[in-house]
């Protein structure tokens, strides 16, 4: 189990987290979730006891990481964002050093390095040295030496940026067998794929905060099943804004001159009503899109930016 | 200890796997050496000595006893050189010269006069064909002089008056070949380099995150550190026997006490490994540590005796060169290779390096803690 309680870290003047709580409980995949500079990676590196938190506590499997740090990290996989291997080593050579440094002894280390090399898809290229992987080969090694302990608790800090979609896959699949092993995985992203299919809980975090926590359909609700349309073209906000009011239901969450994000139920059926009252108003739609209710819209609807920005 | 065994595992296999960087610090000290034997051995093969004289009478017999050293060959192998009676002594006695020669007052009046004198001529004991040579030219001129007198059909007194009496010095200064002068420091000068090759892979392990991932471990920095330490100690081991075996057999360099020797280069080099890891964790960037080691490591080798030996340094080079760790270091192996070891100089030297190694160590693992690792 993960316990943070409202965890704060600065840099000088600068807040990277400024107030984020969340509970993550075993078994379960719990997503951290935000744009980049949000502040995900900063409450990884606290929560991995690697930064020391300016404020707030956090907990792993009851032991404070900071006042029982040892303990806490006997406990813990850690895969961080970068690929962290010994290049010149083979799999099995990183794999013996890292399992060793989490106190893992032959014969089950042997044994451990067998079965993630195995669930990895690696055991061909087992004595190769890493330099002579591929890109989602390292990611799976990386992957591997995070977990070749069998951590109770399991860190991921973006694990799948830059890995190619069939590599990807499988990565999340070894995820999901680590929660469903009964580990407590913490994932952050900022795919919003990946924590739609992956996560069980989610916090979205943006400028150090959590500003939406709760199950996927806990999200969703947010957005009361309503679609999102964004229409980009030349228009004027206040026009716009007039022009769309006698649509039911319609909110605008962004109003400018180039761009227009409205949040409406059964958004495809107005769409004829919308550009008719646009049009009158004297703006001119260049280009629609419009997606079904998911937490890329949840996030824009709360920030009113995207999640990519 | 379980920690360390991997440790020393992972770091044996990236060194086998990647051995330009250890090879080329040894390389470096190995090329100058045979640069510099190369230089040496393209010198004429006429051995060059000198001979103090210290000229009492000064007159012209005795300045006729050294005419034979005025010419050829003679006076290419051999220099003369005016000095005074304690001067003389004092110099020969340090092994400055090949031979002393003391003309005493009264040569040329004893001389006419066919009276008894004596001349003495003080020899290098680690020197064998040069004074040798000396006294086989002055032991011919004093029985010219003997015929002289003949010649002159003056009586020449039996046995001769003009005595020449040879002494050689007591050895308080054993011999060094070239070989002794010259590859202690080549030796040394490797052992700084391993120490700031082996210490820039901190910032190589940042670079690939593999520090950040042990920060996470259960395994604490101060474990990871002495690893690092154990395992540079035991390269260092392998380093001084190889070196010293090699630098025995093939260039005849003595070492007496293998085993002393050995241990004194793995524990120098050791504390220069974590002066210079201490050195390379300072900068900000990886580039600024890299140009800061090598502003570090020249200067140091060449004032401290690891570029030129202090034998070759001027005297004020020389003064500054002992202030620093590797003088300290050098100056007591030479004195393992001498077998004029000092108790209690070796002992004061040795603990005042392994203070400034914990030093640095302390000083190091602050630097990890507090922010380098991550």
Same mark, same amino acid.
């Given at each position: 189990?993960?316990?943070?309680?409202?965890?704060?870290?600065?840099?000088?003047?600068?807040?990277?987290?400024?107030?984020?709580?969340?509970?993550?409980?075993?078994?379960?995949?719990?997503?951290?979730?935000?744009?980049?500079?949000?502040?995900?990676?900063?409450?990884?590196?606290?929560?991995?006891?690697?930064?020391?938190?300016?404020?707030?506590?956090?907990?792993?499997?009851?032991?404070?990481?900071?006042?029982?740090?040892?303990?806490?990290?006997?406990?813990?996989?850690?895969?961080?964002?970068?690929?962290?291997? !010994?290049?010149?080593?083979?799999?099995?050579?990183?794999?013996?050093?890292?399992?060793?440094?989490?106190?893992?002894?032959?014969?089950?280390?042997?044994?451990?390095?067998?079965?993630?090399?195995?669930?990895?898809?690696?055991?061909?290229?087992?004595?190769?040295?890493?330099?002579?992987?591929?890109?989602?080969?390292?990611?799976?090694?990386?992957?591997?030496?995070?977990?070749?302990?069998?951590?109770?608790?399991?860190?991921?800090?973006?694990?799948?940026?830059?890995?190619?979609?069939?590599?990807?896959?499988?990565?999340?699949?070894?995820?999901?067998?680590?929660?469903?092993?009964?580990?407590?995985?913490? !994932?952050?992203?900022?795919?919003?794929?990946?924590?739609?299919?992956?996560?069980?809980?989610?916090?979205?975090?943006?400028?150090?905060?959590?500003?939406?926590?709760?199950?996927?359909?806990?999200?969703?609700?947010?957005?009361?099943?309503?679609?999102?349309?964004?229409?980009?073209?030349?228009?004027?906000?206040?026009?716009?804004?007039?022009?769309?009011?006698?649509?039911?239901?319609?909110?605008?969450?962004?109003?400018?001159?180039?761009?227009?994000?409205?949040?409406?139920?059964?958004?495809?059926?107005?769409?004829?009503?919308?550009?008719?009252?646009?049009?009158?108003?004297?703006?001119?739609?260049?280009?629609?899109? /419009?997606?079904?209710?998911?937490?890329?819209?949840?996030?824009?609807?709360?920030?009113?930016?995207?999640?990519?920005? | 200890?379980?920690?360390?065994?991997?440790?020393?595992?992972?770091?044996?296999?990236?060194?086998?796997?990647?051995?330009?960087?250890?090879?080329?610090?040894?390389?470096?000290?190995?090329?100058?050496?045979?640069?510099?034997?190369?230089?040496?051995?393209?010198?004429?093969?006429?051995?060059?000595?000198?001979?103090?004289?210290?000229?009492?009478?000064?007159?012209?017999?005795?300045?006729?006893?050294?005419?034979?050293?005025?010419?050829?060959?003679?006076?290419?192998?051999?220099?003369?050189?005016?000095?005074?009676?304690?001067?003389?002594?004092?110099?020969?006695?340090?092994?400055?010269?090949?031979?002393?020669?003391?003309?005493?007052?009264?040569?040329?009046?004893?001389? /006419?006069?066919?009276?008894?004198?004596?001349?003495?001529?003080?020899?290098?004991?680690?020197?064998?064909?040069?004074?040798?040579?000396?006294?086989?030219?002055?032991?011919?001129?004093?029985?010219?002089?003997?015929?002289?007198?003949?010649?002159?059909?003056?009586?020449?007194?039996?046995?001769?008056?003009?005595?020449?009496?040879?002494?050689? *010095?007591?050895?308080?200064?054993?011999?060094?070949?070239?070989?002794?002068?010259?590859?202690?420091?080549?030796?040394?000068?490797?052992?700084?380099?391993?120490?700031?090759?082996?210490?820039?892979?901190?910032?190589?392990?940042?670079?690939?995150?593999?520090?950040?991932?042990?920060?996470?471990?259960?395994?604490?920095?101060?474990?990871?550190?002495?690893?690092?330490?154990?395992?540079?100690?035991?390269? !260092?081991?392998?380093?001084?026997?190889?070196?010293?075996?090699?630098?025995?057999?093939?260039?005849?360099?003595?070492?007496?006490?293998?085993?002393?020797?050995?241990?004194?280069?793995?524990?120098?080099?050791?504390?220069?490994?974590?002066?210079?890891?201490?050195?390379?964790?300072?900068?900000?960037?990886?580039?600024?540590?890299?140009?800061?080691?090598?502003?570090?490591?020249?200067?140091?080798?060449?004032?401290?005796?690891?570029?030129?030996?202090?034998?070759?340094?001027?005297?004020?080079? *020389?003064?500054?060169?002992?202030?620093?760790?590797?003088?300290?270091?050098?100056?007591?192996?030479?004195?393992?290779?001498?077998?004029?070891?000092?108790?209690?100089?070796?002992?004061?030297?040795?603990?005042?390096?392994?203070?400034?190694?914990?030093?640095?160590?302390?000083?190091?693992?602050?630097?990890?803690?507090?922010?380098?690792?991550?």
């Amino acid at each position: 189990m993960i316990e943070v309680d409202h965890l704060r870290k600065t840099f000088g003047g600068l807040t990277a987290v400024n107030d984020i709580s969340f509970t993550a409980h075993p078994g379960e995949i719990f997503g951290l979730l935000g744009p980049n500079g949000a502040g995900k990676t900063t409450t990884i590196g606290c929560i991995s006891g690697l930064l020391t938190p300016t404020g707030g506590h956090v907990r792993i499997m009851g032991h404070d990481v900071v006042r029982e740090g040892p303990a806490a990290r006997r406990v813990l996989g850690v895969v961080p964002q970068e690929i962290s291997l !010994y290049e010149d080593l083979s799999a099995v050579e990183n794999l013996n050093y890292w399992g060793g440094a989490q106190g893992l002894r032959n014969p089950l280390l042997r044994q451990r390095i067998r079965e993630v090399l195995e669930i990895t898809g690696l055991q061909d290229r087992a004595r190769e040295p890493v330099k002579q992987f591929s890109g989602g080969m390292r990611r799976r090694l990386n992957f591997a030496c995070g977990i070749v302990h069998q951590p109770k608790v399991l860190l991921l800090d973006e694990p799948t940026v830059g890995v190619d979609p069939q590599s990807r896959v499988r990565l999340l699949d070894l995820v999901r067998a680590q929660a469903q092993a009964g580990a407590c995985v913490l !994932y952050t992203t900022h795919y919003m794929e990946e924590a739609e299919t992956l996560c069980h809980h989610l916090a979205i975090v943006d400028h150090g905060n959590v500003i939406a926590a709760g199950t996927l359909a806990e999200l969703r609700a947010l957005l009361a099943e309503r679609d999102l349309l964004r229409l980009s073209g030349i228009f004027r906000p206040d026009a716009a804004k007039a022009a769309l009011q006698p649509i039911d239901g319609a909110e605008i969450l962004q109003a400018d001159e180039n761009l227009l994000i409205l949040a409406l139920p059964e958004a495809s059926l107005r769409l004829p009503a919308i550009f008719s009252a646009l049009a009158a108003a004297g703006a001119e739609v260049r280009g629609a899109t /419009l997606t079904q209710p998911s937490l890329e819209s949840l996030f824009i609807k709360l920030t009113g930016k995207e999640l990519r920005e | 200890m379980h920690f360390l065994a991997v440790s020393l595992r992972k770091d044996w296999a990236r060194t086998r796997r990647d051995p330009f960087q250890f090879l080329v610090s040894l390389g470096i000290p190995l090329v100058l050496a045979v640069l510099m034997s190369l230089v040496f051995g393209r010198e004429p093969a006429t051995p060059r000595g000198l001979l103090l004289v210290a000229d009492e009478d000064n007159t012209i017999a005795s300045t006729r006893m050294l005419e034979a050293f005025h010419r050829e060959p003679l006076s290419k192998m051999i220099g003369i050189e005016k000095v005074t009676r304690d001067a003389g002594r004092a110099r020969i006695d340090r092994g400055d010269a090949s031979a002393f020669l003391l003309l005493p007052k009264g040569l040329q009046m004893a001389f /006419l006069l066919n009276l008894p004198v004596q001349l003495q001529l003080f020899t290098n004991p680690t020197e064998r064909i040069l004074p040798q040579m000396i006294q086989e030219t002055l032991s011919i001129t004093v029985d010219a002089a003997f015929y002289l007198r003949r010649a002159n059909f003056v009586p020449p007194p039996n046995p001769p008056l003009i005595d020449l009496e040879t002494a050689v *010095v007591r050895e308080n200064k054993p011999a060094r070949s070239f070989a002794a002068v010259f590859l202690p420091s080549m030796l040394f000068m490797g052992l700084l380099f391993i120490a700031s090759g082996a210490a820039a892979d901190i910032w190589r392990e940042r670079m690939l995150g593999t520090l950040r991932r042990i920060a996470s471990s259960p395994v604490s920095m101060a474990s990871y550190l002495v690893a690092r330490v154990v395992f540079v100690s035991i390269l !260092y081991v392998v380093v001084a026997l190889v070196g010293l075996v090699a630098a025995n057999r093939m260039a005849g360099m003595p070492v007496p006490n293998l085993p002393a020797a050995a241990l004194w280069i793995a524990f120098t080099g050791t504390i220069f490994y974590l002066l210079f890891l201490w050195i390379s964790v300072q900068p900000a960037t990886q580039r600024a540590a890299s140009v800061l080691g090598n502003l570090i490591i020249f200067p140091l080798a060449m004032l401290g005796g690891c570029f030129f030996p202090f034998e070759w340094m001027p005297a004020w080079m *020389v003064a500054i060169g002992k202030l620093t760790p590797n003088g300290w270091a050098i100056s007591q192996f030479k004195a393992i290779l001498d077998g004029t070891v000092d108790a209690g100089r070796i002992a004061a030297t040795a603990a005042l390096m392994a203070a400034l190694g914990a030093l640095a160590f302390l000083l190091t693992l602050r630097r990890l803690r507090r922010g380098f690792a991550v």
